[in-house]
């Protein structure tokens, strides 16, 4: 993501949008440049440190890179423009989860455009998916109160709206919880980060939760699992989607700025929290680049 906004000098903002250009156009030489010269007149200004550690990385310079977007991070720590997503990918280490900053701030500037971008563009099917393998786990159930954990602008809540008497949904980016609240689906929308609003939910308050598409800017999946198993009723169901690790063990931040999960950590995960396996399928959610990008759809119950 391309961060915005001032250095406060005129100068370097000037060059600074130069430099994006150059970036836009891959002339990554001269992105560098530009973005060297922003950093002599505003070395504090965190985005042209970003600037200038994704045109070293796309001249294969990948420590000068790392370098720069550790400068970056430093010089804001909220790290709205992922730095350290960056960072992960460079290094193969990754964090707990995407900087909370840089998912709201991601999905503030999306939001409009969400729904048919993602449908349309990318093929996204996740929330027909996770309908289906409800319906596989538990046939003609239908439920009392449905969470959708990240509902952003309210995909799952269409596809699931029939299937729920209560739909109650929580999404971090307030223009995402906007868009969800002009579809009048769910009786009652959050703009939270899903797992401080798990923690003020009841206990067994609910018997179903959906997270389509969610877990791809969350790496540690232990602490999520645990919140909904605790809010969960006994039986109650949890069906989510998450990007497969095919090679190696665990989770990783892979080259798209996602995470993907191995299925032997989501199992682990999923017996850590009493959860059980209901279904496990792999499920290509959504194209990149006109190819289907591997993943899972898991329905765990309590
Ligand atoms: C790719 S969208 C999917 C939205 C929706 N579930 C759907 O299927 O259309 C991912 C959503 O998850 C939200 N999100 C990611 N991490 C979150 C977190 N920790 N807490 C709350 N929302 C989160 C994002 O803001 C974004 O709206």
Same mark, same amino acid.
């Given at each position: 993501m391309t961060p915005t906004g001032s250095s406060g000098d005129l100068a370097a903002d000037r060059r600074y949008h130069w430099a994006l250009g150059a970036a836009q156009s891959r002339d990554f030489e001269a992105a560098r440049?530009?973005?060297g010269q922003v950093l002599d007149l505003a070395p504090h200004w965190a985005p042209a440190w970003f600037g200038l550690g994704e045109s070293l990385e796309g001249l294969g310079r990948r420590a000068e890179a790392a370098a720069a977007f550790r400068e970056a991070l430093a010089r804001d720590p909220g790290d709205c423009a992922g730095a350290a997503l960056r960072l992960a990918r460079l290094s193969g280490e990754s964090p707990a989860s &995407?900087?909370? +900053?840089?998912?709201k701030t991601l999905f503030d500037q999306y939001a409009e455009k969400f729904d048919r971008h993602l449908t349309e563009v990318l093929a996204y099917r996740g929330?027909?998916?996770?309908?289906?393998?409800v319906e596989q786990a538990a046939p003609g159930r239908a439920f009392a109160h449905m969470l959708d954990l990240?509902?952003? &602008?309210?995909? +799952?809540?269409?596809a699931f709206r029939?299937?729920?008497a209560c739909l109650t949904g929580v999404d971090l980016a307030p223009s995402m919880i906007a868009k969800a609240r002009a579809k009048s689906l769910?009786?009652?929308?959050v703009a939270a980060d899903l797992l401080d609003f798990l923690g003020e939910e009841p206990a067994a308050s609910a018997d179903l939760a959906v997270a389509a598409d969610v877990f791809v800017y969350t790496g540690d999946l232990d602490p999520i699992f645990a919140a909904v198993a605790r809010v969960l009723i006994p039986g109650g169901l949890f069906a989510f989607t998450a990007q497969s690790l095919v090679e190696g063990a665990g989770f990783r931040?892979?080259?798209?700025l996602r995470f993907a999960h191995s299925e032997t950590y989501v199992r682990d995960c999923a017996a850590k929290a009493g959860l059980g396996v209901r279904t496990f399928s792999a499920a290509a959610t959504r194209k990149d680049r006109g190819a289907d990008v591997p993943g899972w759809a898991v329905v765990l119950a309590k």
């Open positions: 440049d530009l973005f &995407a900087p909370r +900053a840089y998912v929330p027909q998916i996770l309908l289906d393998s990240g509902c952003g &602008a309210g995909l +799952a809540g269409e029939a299937k729920t769910y009786d009652r929308l931040v892979g080259d798209d």
